[in-house]
């Protein structure tokens, strides 16, 4: 077989699957089934206290009203497997006791690629996204522990 008969069949293949699409079209079909309007709106809104937007708000006047110790402890979730949920140490070391200056030194030679004990290449890929200000609420978190 050449390539024209296989790009022939090919063609004649997707056409028919298009004209079987055509003509099982459901009839009662009446446009998006997942929308959310009217009523059923009316209903999410009582639900969640608000339209999407005032939703939306009140979540980010929640997260700017957090304190650094509450952030940092939302972040620290991604270090429990490693570093405990108390910050006792685990696979790594002990981070509880530690002073928020060190802390946050640590995380930035991490973050800088430097290596400090045999195993800093486990801590690259977590201190590398981390922002100055992630470093502080997760010392300011640990500094609680
Ligand atoms: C995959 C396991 C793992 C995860 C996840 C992890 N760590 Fe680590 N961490 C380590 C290891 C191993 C070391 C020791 C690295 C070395 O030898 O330098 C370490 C070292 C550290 C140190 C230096 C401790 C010291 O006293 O020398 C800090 C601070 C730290 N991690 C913070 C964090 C924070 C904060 C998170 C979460 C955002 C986190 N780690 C997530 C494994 C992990």
């Not at 296989?6 to 099982?24: C, D, E, N, R």
């Not at 006047?61 to 304190?67: C, G, Y």
């Not at 429990?80 to 200056?101: D, F, N, S, T, V």
Request: charged share 15%; proline share 3%.
């Amino acid at each position: 077989m050449n390539t024209t008969a296989l790009v022939a069949a090919f063609v004649v293949l997707v056409s028919g699957l298009i004209w079987i699409g055509t003509q099982s079209n459901d009839t009662d079909w009446a446009g998006n089934r997942n929308q959310c309007v009217g009523g059923c709106y009316e209903e999410w809104k009582a639900e969640n206290g608000g339209n999407i937007a005032a939703v939306e708000q009140t979540k980010q006047a929640a997260l700017a009203a957090a304190s650094p110790e509450a952030l940092g402890e939302k972040y620290y979730g991604q270090c429990i497997a490693c570093h405990g949920g108390r910050g006792e140490g685990g696979i790594g070391p002990m981070l509880a006791g530690q002073a928020a200056a060190d802390i946050v030194a640590k995380l930035t030679a991490y973050r800088a690629g430097k290596e400090r004990g045999a195993q800093s290449a486990m801590m690259y890929p977590v201190a590398k996204p981390m922002t100055d200000a992630d470093l502080n609420n997760i010392a300011a978190f640990v500094a609680t522990l």
